[in-house]
Each structure stands twice: as C-alpha cells, then as structure tokens.
C-alpha cells in the first residue's frame, strides 16, 4: 500500500528508497542544529515575503543579524556577537590611549644648558677735559661724523650657505643679532634704565635667571655686570639728549658645529648726554660719550625658530669716564668740562674679605678726540670685513 508522499507508480528504478537512505548515506554525520542554522550564510524569505512579485526565495544575512528566531527576538548570532566584540575592543584600545596620552602629554627633550654670560667692561679715561658744546657740532668735529644714524648703521654682510644651515637660517640668525644690538643698544627706555624686558624677551631661557639677577644686583665679577647685557646710563649721572645715536660696526658669522652657528659683532655707539639734573635746553651743555661693543651670540636650530640667542660673551669699553667708578650697574659719563679724578684705576687689596671685584685694575685711556678724515672715508680698522669674517678689536 502507498503512503502518502509516494510516487504512484512506486520507486522508479536505481532510485534510492527516500529520504531515509538519502540521510543515511550524505548526511549522517551532518546535524542541523539550532546554532547551525543560525550560522548559515543565507536565510528562507518568509511565505508573506515571498508573494511580493519579482521576490527571491532566500536573502543573504547580515553579519549583524543571525535571522531566524534568533533575529526575531533582536538576540544576535555568533557572527554579531564577534563583530560588536571586536568594535568594542577597538573603541577600548583608543579610549585607553587618548586618556594615557592626557594623563602623560609629551614632553619635548630639553636642550643643552645654556652657557654663562662672561662680560668685561671697561671704563676709559679721558687725559685732557671733556668738550661739550650742541650734539650736531659735537658729532661734526669726532670720528662719528660718517656714521650712520640708529639701526642703519647695523648692516648685514653678504650671507653664504654653510655645510649644514641654509642661507635663509643665517639671514635669521643674522637679523636676531641685529635686533639685540638695537634693543639693548638704542631703545631710550633700556638707555635710561627703566626698561630690561625688550632684552630679556631676545634671551636663551637657559639665561634669564642670569640677565635677572644681573639687572637686580649688578656686579663686576665677570658675570653679572648689566652693562654686560645691554647700554644704560646711571639715571642720577646722564641723560640722553639726542636721540640720534651715531653707529658703525660690522657682523659676522661662523657655523661652529653641525647643529650651532655663531655671530660676532664689533659695533662702536656714540651717545649725546647732558647732565641728569640740567637743563634739557642748555646750548653748550651736551658732551659725547662713546661705548664699543664686541658681542659673541650662539644659535641653535630651536633658537632660529623661537627667534632668541645666547650671549656668550661680551667685550665693552666706555668713556670718557672714571676710573674709580664701577661701571657694572650703569655708565656714569664724564660730562662737559669735567676732567678725570683718578689717573688710574682703584686700587686692589687681596687680603680683602668678600668676593672682589674680577675687572679691578682694568681701566683704559680714551684716545684725545679727533676730526674726522676730510676725504669722509671710513677708517681702516672698521671697513667692512670679507662675507662671514669679524673684525678685530
């Protein structure tokens, strides 16, 4: 008798006997269980899905979604669960290092300590007194007739490319040298005494401490000398009274070390001063006083970008003035008329207690003052030095 399911006419020949020997001989080993469906690739449209017209019978599955009952009641398969897992360890990894590198920012190598400032400041004595008479006359009848006025007598040489900085890092380097010679060598509020601020700003960080102290409690023992750092006049002695300072010098520079470069500069200023209690108006009342400054400026990479230096050394000599005074804190010019009280310098006690002056006994003569060479031509020793060279002393 057939059974329902049966072809009428029996099992056609070679035909295996149902579904039963079907099972038994591919799929034996095969269970269809509720994680494999689950797992499989393609999900069965349901038999509402499958009226719609043009519709497929079955669907490919999401790696979000396992479908079947499991999708139905918004649990997600195996797949989900091992995306979702791998979405939040990632989501972990970065929380983690956005949180560490807060908590831990980086913070850059600190450079090489910067060197001490070592400065020598020499006053200059006057043999015969000092003349005075209106700025304009005075500077006609000096050597400072053919120099430049302020700032543009601070030139730049012709700048070549060195084995390891490029033209452009020279020019840098070059034009923060200029800048510290006219901050600290021409603003009237650093001259005056009043201002330290547009120096220190130019200044290696690794310095400043120094430069500070140096402004505070100036002293000549070769370190903290503030007229070592910059030009100012002792504010109860002289005043400037023309703000046209008379200027001439030369820079150069040099690539000390794959990673340094270094600027010289040899430049001569001539201030018109007038007594610090006189009257600003007075005809006659203004004399001269002459300041040579020789300055030797480290740079680095980090100091070209930040635009600051190092001062390295500093080599001034000034006058007309007394020897018996200490020009550390501030110069205190000879004015018009007056003549030297001391021929030389202090004398040095060395069974004296307490740290002595280093710079005691160091004292010049100023040179008798001079006209200036009818054919204006500059004098030899401060003509222009060839590109990249300093000009002795």
Not at 37 to 46: D, H, P, T
Not at 327 to 342: N, Q, S
Not at 352 to 364: E, F, I, V
Request: proline fraction near 11%.
């Amino acid at each position: 008798m057939a059974v329902p399911g049966d072809p009428p006419n029996g099992t056609p020949d070679g035909i295996g006997g149902g579904d039963d020997d079907f099972r038994a001989d591919e799929y034996r080993s095969v269970v269809f269980d509720e994680d494999f469906v689950r797992a499989a690739r393609l999900q069965e449209y349901s038999a509402e899905e499958r009226m719609g017209e043009h519709a497929r019978a079955v669907r490919s599955r999401s790696l979000w979604s396992a479908g079947g009952p499991g999708h139905r009641t918004g649990n997600p398969g195996r797949g989900a669960r091992q995306g979702m897992l791998l979405v939040l360890l990632i989501a972990t990894a970065f929380a983690a290092a956005v949180y560490m590198g807060l908590r831990n920012p980086y913070v850059p190598t600190p450079q090489g300590d910067a060197q001490p400032l070592g400065s020598v400041v020499v006053p200059l004595a006057p043999t015969v007194p000092v003349p005075g008479g209106r700025p304009a006359d005075l500077y006609a009848n000096s050597p400072a007739a053919q120099y430049a006025v302020g700032a543009a007598g601070i030139s730049l040489p012709a700048v070549r490319r060195t084995p390891h900085f490029s033209e452009s890092q020279i020019v840098a380097a070059l034009s923060i040298a200029k800048d510290y010679l006219v901050q600290s060598s021409l603003d009237p509020d650093v001259l005056a005494g009043t201002a330290s601020r547009p120096v220190r700003v130019l200044l290696d960080p690794g310095q400043q401490s120094q430069f500070d102290q140096s402004m505070t409690s100036p002293s000549g023992d070769g370190r903290h000398a503030a007229t070592g750092w910059l030009v100012r006049f002792a504010p109860d002695t002289a005043a400037i009274v023309d703000a046209h300072v008379r200027v001439n010098g030369t820079l150069g520079f040099e690539e000390v070390t794959p990673d340094a470069l270094e600027v010289t500069t040899d430049h001569t200023f001539v201030y018109a001063v007038r007594p610090a209690t006189g009257s600003p108006a007075a005809a006659d009342g203004a004399s001269l006083f002459t300041v040579r400054r020789e300055l030797r400026l480290r740079f680095d990479r980090a100091d070209l970008v930040a635009r600051r230096t190092e001062l390295l050394s500093a080599y001034v000599m000034a006058g007309p003035e007394d020897c018996a005074t200490d020009p550390a804190a501030g110069f205190r010019p000879l004015l018009a008329g007056a003549a030297p009280t001391t021929v030389g310098p202090p004398a040095s006690d060395p069974y004296a207690s307490g740290q002595p002056r280093r710079t005691a006994g160091l004292c010049g003569v100023l040179a008798a003052p001079t006209p200036p060479d009818a054919s204006g031509a500059t004098p030899p020793d401060r003509q222009n030095p060839p590109d990249g060279a300093a000009t002795a002393p």
